[in-house]
């Protein structure tokens, strides 16, 4: 969720919640405050009744200004010593509809006689007043929230421009390695993450440079020597002066150089992938990729006598990434499932749309299944192997998000490796 | 001599600092015949480009003084129609295809063997000197190249692709011993080692040994004491 998102969703559900029970508590005291002023003003009709029936009782009965209402009638049995104040629903003849009413009840005594009386005041003028009071408060409360959500963005935008400034610096840091430089900022919390991040993004543009400087030299350095070693060999195989004794020696020394510019080479490229230093991307058609490299291995496939088993699915998968990281990918996961195969034994690939399986038969794993992707762990009777070839498909997995799994059932080794959309 | 370039002398021109590894190509180059002249740094090397007609010319990329990669281009814009194969200790793809960019005919990773050089010496300076249909010969073996045909005394030999280079790396390093593990890497690249066996390398020479066998030709490939093998008339 976005910064401005989840901060509008806190006010606007904090402000939600407190009008409410502002707007519920004003209803309340709104409407007892016109509650009271109505009994008051029927208290005071109750004098102007009982003079009028002191005047008037038993001729006609005429209007009385204030009194939308008045009833009197015998009290009969009813006793009753204290005015009662009530809400009722009378029929409005005029209007033709019901109307709420409050009323104020007591017993009159004339004479003799106890009377019954009750006088009516209609509330909708009170009902009205409250109604549209509640309405002008709904309505600044939709303003001030609107003003609330403007100002937010507004305010948003301009306090965070430098923070997002520094994100997409910070995304660019990914691929150009300069040091993150930020322009002045205003605000202190983001004045200590300038500094912060321009210390940090320094020193690791200096230890990537540095990095980068070491494998270079270490290669050429390493190379060098070697190529000496390996063609000064050469030379020497060609002697006529030499015996068979000799010969077994130099041949020792001949592989052995071999497997060490081997190893050398294989470390540099780990580093490299690691120093994050392959940013070209391109697509790759997965299928044409394994047919490529199917046809590169076809001796070694066919010394073993292994047959291929091809499931390919429609329309075909493309990969976007570096060539040559492609090729090391499916090289070695291929060299993997060759050379671990048994003889005559079966390879199957599988591509799916998110997907691809490799599955070779083969003895079991030697050592533990979560040590397979890590260097240097081999079966110990294969010699001249390092065991860093599944540790560099696992390094270019780690690079593209690829999902790598291992799994062994029946006598198969089963790779499956899962690409994000 | 295994090729007659009629139009170009023998001579190469090698530019690398490294003293000795510049040593182990002069003599292994010397044995196959070829004159080497020696640049061991950018400066010499640029003094040195027009110097001959050069057959092939080996530049090494990190030179003390300037990146071999400007000769390449220098090479170049001279007109200089000589092959050129850079070697260099640089293994990145960026690397090798700003090299051939640059002009360069081939890339040679450090370490190589010197029988690979020597073969991909041959195969440039074929492609960069000959119009085609040249013919390689050796004993009873005639083979050309561009269409892909061997013959033994005029008899057709049915080679695959693959046994027909290895025929063409024998040839290039004749009378020399060339180990496995460099026929392994000249056939198959980076496939070639890592397999802990060199059984497909194997496999291939004793194919390729029983087809020429077969029509009649004598085996010229001799065992070295299980260093390697050498192709040779004696």
Same mark, same amino acid.
């Given at each position: 969720?976005?910064?401005?998102?989840?901060?509008?969703?806190?006010?606007?559900?904090?402000?939600?919640?407190?009008?409410?029970?502002?707007?519920?508590?004003?209803?309340?005291?709104?409407?007892?405050?016109?509650?009271?002023?109505?009994?008051?003003?029927?208290?005071?009709?109750?004098?102007?009744?009982?003079?009028?029936?002191?005047?008037?009782?038993?001729?006609?009965?005429?209007?009385?200004?204030?009194?939308?209402?008045?009833?009197?009638?015998?009290?009969?049995?009813?006793?009753?010593?204290?005015?009662?104040?009530?809400?009722?629903?009378?029929?409005?003849?005029?209007?033709?509809?019901?109307?709420?009413?409050?009323?104020?009840?007591?017993?009159?005594?004339?004479?003799?006689?106890?009377?019954?009386?009750?006088?009516?005041?209609?509330?909708?003028?009170?009902?009205?007043?409250?109604?549209?009071?509640?309405?002008?408060?709904?309505?600044?409360?939709?303003?001030?929230?609107?003003?609330?959500?403007?100002?937010?963005?507004?305010?948003?935008?301009?306090?965070?421009?430098?923070?997002?400034?520094?994100?997409?610096?910070?995304?660019?840091?990914?691929?150009?390695?300069?040091?993150?430089?930020?322009?002045?900022?205003?605000?202190?919390?983001?004045?200590?993450?300038?500094?912060?991040?321009?210390?940090?993004?320094?020193?690791?543009?200096?230890?990537?440079?540095?990095?980068?400087?070491?494998?270079?030299?270490?290669?050429?350095?390493?190379?060098?020597?070697?190529?000496?070693?390996?063609?000064?060999?050469?030379?020497?195989?060609?002697?006529?002066?030499?015996?068979?004794?000799?010969?077994?020696?130099?041949?020792?020394?001949?592989?052995?150089?071999?497997?060490?510019?081997?190893?050398?080479?294989?470390?540099?490229?780990?580093?490299?992938?690691?120093?994050?230093?392959?940013?070209?991307?391109?697509?790759?058609?997965?299928?044409?990729?394994?047919?490529?490299?199917?046809?590169?291995?076809?001796?070694?496939?066919?010394?073993?006598?292994?047959?291929?088993?091809?499931?390919?699915?429609?329309?075909?998968?493309?990969?976007?990434?570096?060539?040559?990281?492609?090729?090391?990918?499916?090289?070695?996961?291929?060299?993997?499932?060759?050379?671990?195969?048994?003889?005559?034994?079966?390879?199957?690939?599988?591509?799916?749309?998110?997907?691809?399986?490799?599955?070779?038969?083969?003895?079991?794993?030697?050592?533990?299944?979560?040590?397979?992707?890590?260097?240097?762990?081999?079966?110990?009777?294969?010699?001249?192997?390092?065991?860093?070839?599944?540790?560099?498909?696992?390094?270019?997995?780690?690079?593209?998000?690829?999902?790598?799994?291992?799994?062994?059932?029946?006598?198969?080794?089963?790779?499956?490796?899962?690409?994000?959309? | 001599?295994?090729?007659?370039?009629?139009?170009?002398?023998?001579?190469?021109?090698?530019?690398?600092?490294?003293?000795?590894?510049?040593?182990?190509?002069?003599?292994?180059?010397?044995?196959?015949?070829?004159?080497?002249?020696? &640049?061991?740094?950018? #400066?010499?090397?640029?003094?040195?480009?027009?110097?001959? =007609? +050069? $057959?092939?010319?080996?530049?090494? !990329?990190?030179?003390?003084?300037?990146?071999?990669?400007?000769?390449?281009?220098?090479?170049?814009?001279?007109?200089?129609?000589?092959?050129?194969?850079?070697?260099?200790?640089?293994? &990145?793809?960026?690397? #090798?295809?700003?090299?051939?960019?640059?002009?360069?005919? =081939? +890339? $040679?990773?450090?370490?190589?063997? !010197?029988?690979?050089?020597?073969?991909?010496?041959?195969?440039?300076?074929?492609?960069?000197?000959?119009?085609?249909?040249?013919?390689?010969?050796?004993?009873?073996?005639?083979?050309?190249?561009?269409?892909?045909?061997?013959?033994?005394?005029?008899?057709?030999?049915?080679?695959?692709?693959?046994?027909?280079?290895? !025929?063409?790396?024998?040839?290039?390093?004749?009378?020399?011993?060339?180990?496995?593990?460099?026929?392994?890497?000249?056939?198959?690249?980076?496939?070639?080692?890592?397999?802990?066996?060199?059984?497909?390398?194997?496999?291939?020479?004793?194919?390729?040994?029983?087809?020429?066998?077969?029509?009649?030709?004598?085996?010229?490939?001799?065992?070295?004491?299980?260093?390697?093998?050498?192709?040779?008339?004696?």
């Amino acid at each position: 969720m976005k910064l401005l998102t989840k901060s509008t969703l806190y006010i606007a559900t904090l402000s939600l919640f407190l009008f409410f029970i502002m707007g519920v508590i004003f209803f309340q005291v709104l409407r007892n405050l016109s509650i009271s002023d109505l009994n008051r003003e029927l208290g005071d009709l109750k004098e102007v009744v009982e003079v009028y029936l002191d005047d008037f009782w038993g001729s006609q009965i005429g209007a009385l200004p204030g009194i939308d209402s008045l009833s009197v009638r015998p009290a009969g049995n009813i006793v009753q010593t204290e005015d009662i104040f009530g809400d009722t629903l009378k029929y409005d003849v005029k209007n033709e509809q019901y109307r709420t009413y409050r009323y104020l009840q007591y017993i009159s005594q004339k004479g003799e006689e106890y009377l019954l009386v009750r006088i009516y005041k209609s509330t909708t003028p009170t009902d009205k007043l409250v109604e549209r009071v509640t309405l002008m408060i709904t309505l600044m409360v939709i303003l001030f929230l609107a003003g609330i959500f403007i100002l937010n963005r507004f305010m948003f935008a301009s306090l965070w421009k430098d923070f997002f400034d520094a994100i997409e610096k910070l995304k660019r840091f990914e691929t150009t390695k300069e040091p993150v430089i930020l322009g002045e900022q205003d605000i202190q919390e983001f004045d200590e993450l300038k500094q912060v991040l321009e210390v940090m993004t320094r020193r690791l543009s200096n230890d990537y440079r540095e990095l980068k400087e070491y494998t270079d030299h270490t290669t050429h350095e390493l190379q060098t020597p070697l190529a000496v070693i390996k063609s000064k060999t050469e030379l020497l195989i060609q002697s006529d002066k030499l015996g068979a004794e000799e010969m077994k020696l130099l041949e020792a020394i001949n592989t052995s150089v071999h497997q060490l510019s081997r190893l050398n080479s294989t470390l540099t490229l780990i580093t490299r992938i690691e120093n994050r230093q392959f940013t070209e991307k391109e697509e790759i058609a997965l299928e044409g990729l394994l047919e490529r490299h199917l046809e590169l291995l076809e001796e070694h496939i066919g010394l073993k006598r292994i047959v291929l088993k091809k499931h390919y699915q429609d329309g075909g998968k493309t990969l976007f990434m570096d060539q040559g990281l492609a090729d090391l990918l499916v090289a070695n996961l291929l060299k993997n499932a060759i050379v671990h195969n048994i003889e005559g034994g079966c390879i199957e690939l599988e591509t799916g749309p998110q997907s691809l399986v490799i599955r070779n038969d083969g003895p079991p794993l030697e050592f533990n299944q979560e040590e397979l992707f890590t260097r240097f762990v081999r079966n110990t009777r294969r010699t001249g192997s390092f065991g860093l070839g599944l540790s560099l498909v696992k390094k270019v997995c780690e690079y593209y998000n690829f999902i790598i799994e291992y799994s062994f059932d029946s006598q198969k080794h089963t790779f499956i490796i899962q690409f994000p959309d | 001599m295994l090729f007659c370039f009629k139009s170009k002398g023998m001579q190469i021109l090698i530019v690398e600092d490294e003293a000795s590894l510049m040593e182990s190509m002069v003599s292994y180059l010397g044995l196959e015949g070829f004159k080497c002249e020696q &640049a061991s740094d950018f #400066r010499t090397g640029v003094g040195m480009l027009d110097r001959h =007609d +050069y $057959l092939c010319m080996l530049i090494d !990329l990190n030179l003390p003084d300037g990146d071999g990669l400007d000769l390449v281009k220098l090479a170049r814009e001279n007109k200089s129609e000589s092959g050129i194969i850079i070697i260099s200790a640089r293994n &990145a793809i960026e690397e #090798r295809v700003a090299g051939l960019e640059a002009g360069a005919d =081939d +890339y $040679l990773v450090k370490p190589f063997h !010197l029988s690979e050089l020597v073969a991909r010496v041959h195969s440039v300076a074929r492609r960069t000197h000959m119009d085609g249909g040249e013919v390689l010969r050796f004993g009873a073996i005639r083979v050309e190249p561009e269409e892909h045909t061997c013959f033994v005394d005029d008899k057709p030999v049915d080679l695959t692709r693959k046994e027909l280079d290895l !025929l063409l790396y024998f040839m290039a390093n004749r009378n020399r011993v060339v180990t496995k593990e460099g026929i392994a890497d000249y056939l198959w690249g980076e496939y070639g080692g890592d397999y802990g066996s060199y059984d497909f390398v194997y496999t291939h020479l004793k194919n390729m040994r029983r087809k020429l066998v077969d029509v009649g030709c004598p085996d010229y490939v001799r065992n070295i004491y299980g260093v390697g093998y050498k192709f040779s008339l004696d």
